[in-house]
C-alpha cells in the first residue's frame, strides 16, 4: 500500500500533460517514438514539450525513453524469463546488437554480465 501510495505521489507530482506523455510512452515503449509525437499527445509545440518533460522528469526526453526501454528490456529477461534477443526486440530496439551497445554504454557491462550475477538487478523500481 506504501508503494501505491509513493506511485500516486510521484504522479501528483508531475504536470498533467508529462503523465499523460509517460502513460503513451510506457504503452508504445516497443513502437518508434518521436517527440513530435510526445509533443501531439501533450498538446505542445516539441520544443515546449521537451522542456516540461525534461523540467518534470529531470531528464531529457531520449534519455528517458532509452531508460524505459532497457529497464523493461532486465524486466522481461529477469521477471519473465526472456531471451535478450526478443526481449531487446519487444522492447523497441531494433536488435539484440543494438540493444547490448546501448547497455554497456549507460552502465558500463554487458546485459549479460549483469543478469549471470543477477545481485546487481536491484534497480527496478515498480514505482517507474
Known sequence: QILSHSKAAHNAALDSRTADAIALIDARLSETLRLKDIADCMGLTPERARHLFAQDTGVPFSQFLLWK???????????????????????????????????????????RHLLQNSRFVQFLDPLT
Open 69 to 111: 526501454r532497457l529497464k523493461r528490456v532486465i524486466e522481461y529477461t529477469v521477471r519473465d524469463g526472456r531471451s535478450l534477443t526478443d526481449a531487446a526486440i519487444e522492447s523497441g530496439f531494433t536488435d539484440q546488437s543494438h540493444f547490448c551497445r546501448i547497455f554497456k554504454r549507460m552502465f558500463g557491462i554487458s546485459a
